[in-house]
């Protein structure tokens, strides 16, 4: 068989595994291999070769290669847990910066306890230890886990689309998890156990920095607001796809959907309160990764200030742009519009300062074809019961209104986060969550496929890292615009998206990682959800214009 790699074709005996046909590779690359991608579809490196094609060696500085670390670091916790402290129900909550937070909701995690679950982390590393899959059947699989009380992996069993179970195993310990494993311990060297708050960290490195555990970020809006929207979801039941999935086989996901609305709708009625209460605020800024919901909150938000005799008034940062010849550039030579720099900063606060002293201003719209402000003769200001409601990715950044004084802000961060676990061990990624409502929306509304918005996420996840992340935690509130039922009802309009994607595209291994979440989830009609839920802003359907 013929396997081209870095553009060279070699022949290889077909059947062979990827770690013997690429062993010198391996062994020489100079970052450990962790797995492959083979003809654009990801595999451990135990997978044996069938087909011609081309394949990438994949280290963590690769998307999929990270995500296969990330999932061996919880795999040999997990054993280190179960035979030193059998007894703990662990769970793996969310990813915090470079982190993963868990906790147990049966025992209380101590120092002791983590230094002792490291040590035995270290032990198995040093080992080197074979981790390989075993497949069952469903039968099998049936008395496997009535044998061992474990939900993880469990779902598997409601999958239509698989015939078998499988999971992982390594020296008596066997655990689910989703997507290709490492095939041995000796690679995951680089980690660290952390004391945090309840539960604790366990620590990896960037894909940016592989080589070392960068020093830890602290996120406490972040965790806060994550914390609150899990423990409400415990304790209705809702925290893992095989919770909900009961719920929608039992025809009760109406009421659900009406409970995460009603939530929504009571964070934003505590959220205008608190605006209305500081008399001082002259204007809301609100700033969130793509595909949080930012129009369709910032419209709901509206209609609570009303309520509150506020009147809210929206001006576009989109329209404060310089001039085209003005505009930075990018380290390729293309116009970068997403730098703070690319906005008339003078302009927009002078504006910012004669509206909120009540002054009229003269209202710019931008040309993007011409890359110039024009000026029609609309103009613009404010009376005493209205206030500005601004929205952009700079939102957060004080250098975007730097003539205002700090205490007539009020700074917004939302984002879709995601509580929604598979299993105790298999969390669902926010940026997931975010990526498959772009992909809905970009189809609708824009006419993008899937393929589009794919090969562009990384470019849009590029900026949030620049320009959003870092000034997440300078938000006065973080509101979460997640809802535990959204991909049972994204399910429908994204996997035919998806399915239009082949082998032929290096999108394929995302298309298919992403399709294989969704068929765990059972589908959810969109006739229950309201005119005015967030959700409606990508599947359409809305009272909003938007």
Do not use: W
């Given at each position: 068989m013929k396997i081209t790699y870095q553009g060279q074709k070699r022949e290889i005996t077909e059947g062979v595994r990827i770690k013997e046909a690429f062993a010198k590779e391996i062994a020489e690359a100079e970052l450990p291999i962790i797995a492959a991608r083979l003809n654009n579809y990801v595999f451990s490196l135990n997978h044996k070769i069938q087909e011609e094609g081309e394949i990438e060696l994949l280290d963590i500085r690769d998307n999929d290669?990270?995500?296969?670390?990330?999932?061996?670091?919880?795999?040999?916790?997990?054993?280190?847990?179960?035979?030193?402290?059998?007894?703990?129900?662990?769970?793996?909550?969310?990813?915090?910066?470079?982190?993963?937070?868990?906790?147990?909701?049966?025992?209380?995690?101590?120092?002791?306890?983590?230094?002792?679950?490291?040590?035995?982390?270290?032990?198995?590393?040093?080992?080197?230890?074979?981790?390989?899959?075993?497949?069952?059947?469903?039968?099998?699989?049936?008395?496997?886990?009535?044998?061992?009380?474990?939900e993880n992996g469990k779902l598997q069993l409601e999958a239509k689309q698989k015939d078998n179970v499988s999971l992982y195993y390594c020296e008596?310990?066997?655990?689910?998890?989703?997507?290709?494993?490492?095939?041995?311990?000796?690679?995951?060297?680089?980690?660290?156990m952390k004391k945090y708050q309840k539960g604790f960290l366990i620590r990896y490195p960037s894909r940016r920095k592989p080589t070392e555990l960068q020093p830890y970020i602290e996120g406490m809006k972040l965790l806060t607001a994550l914390q609150e929207y899990e423990d409400i979801h415990r304790i209705l039941g809702i925290d893992t796809?095989?919770?909900?999935?009961?719920?929608?086989?039992?025809?009760?996901?109406?009421?659900t959907i009406l409970i995460d609305e009603a939530l929504h709708e009571k964070k934003l009625s505590d959220l205008a309160d608190q605006i209305a209460s500081r008399k001082?605020?002259?204007?809301?800024?609100?700033?969130?990764?793509?595909?949080?919901?930012?129009?369709?909150?910032?419209?709901?938000?509206?209609?609570?200030?009303?309520?509150?005799?506020?009147?809210?008034?929206t001006i576009s940062v989109d329209n404060y742009f310089v001039e085209r010849e003005d505009t930075p550039k990018d380290e390729h030579g293309n116009y970068d519009f997403e730098r703070i720099d690319a906005i008339d900063l003078n302009l927009f606060n002078d504006h910012l300062l004669k509206l909120l002293n009540g002054e009229r201003i003269f209202v710019p719209k931008f040309n993007f074809e011409t890359g110039k402000k024009e000026y029609s003769g609309e103009t613009m200001h404010l009376d005493k019961d209205e206030i500005l409601v601004i929205e952009g990715i700079h939102c957060l950044n004080d250098i975007l209104t730097s003539k205002i004084p700090r205490e007539?802000?009020?700074?917004?961060?939302?984002?879709?986060?995601?509580?929604l676990n598979?299993?105790?061990?298999?969390?669902?990624?926010?940026?997931?969550?975010?990526?498959?409502?772009?992909?809905?929306?970009?189809?609708?509304?824009?006419?993008?496929?899937?393929?589009?918005?794919?090969?562009m996420w990384y470019s849009v996840n590029r900026g949030e890292e620049k320009y959003i992340f870092p000034f997440q935690e300078q938000a006065d509130t973080m509101f979460n615009t997640s809802l535990v039922y959204e991909l049972g009802v994204l399910k429908d309009y994204a996997i035919p998206l998806l399915k239009q994607i082949t082998t032929a595209s290096k999108e394929y291994s995302e298309a298919i990682r992403l399709l294989d979440l969704l068929r765990y989830f059972?589908?959810?009609p969109a006739d229950d959800i309201p005119k005015n839920s967030l959700l409606r802003e990508f599947i359409g359907g809305s009272i909003f214009g938007y």
């Open positions: 290669g990270m995500r296969t670390y990330i999932r061996g670091l919880l795999y040999i916790m997990g054993k280190a847990f179960k035979e030193v402290y059998p007894e703990t129900d662990l769970i793996v909550n969310y990813q915090l910066h470079n982190a993963m937070y868990c906790d147990s909701v049966s025992k209380e995690i101590t120092e002791e306890m983590l230094k002792n679950v490291n040590d035995r982390m270290r032990e198995i590393v040093a080992k080197n230890l074979e981790i390989t899959k075993v497949t069952m059947t469903k039968a099998e699989a049936e008395a496997f886990y009535a044998k061992e009380q474990t008596e310990y066997y655990n689910y998890f989703y997507g290709v494993m490492p095939i041995s311990t000796g690679i995951l060297q680089l980690f660290e796809v095989h919770r909900l999935n009961e719920i929608v086989r039992k025809g009760k996901i109406s009421e001082n605020i002259k204007m809301v800024l609100i700033a969130g990764p793509s595909s949080s919901g930012k129009t369709t909150f910032a419209k709901r938000l509206g209609i609570q200030l009303r309520l509150n005799g506020i009147r809210p008034v007539q802000k009020y700074k917004i961060y939302i984002s879709d986060l995601t509580v598979i299993d105790g061990f298999n969390r669902i990624s926010t940026t997931d969550s975010r990526l498959i409502r772009r992909m809905v929306r970009d189809f609708n509304y824009r006419g993008y496929s899937a393929m589009h918005t794919l090969k059972e589908s959810i």
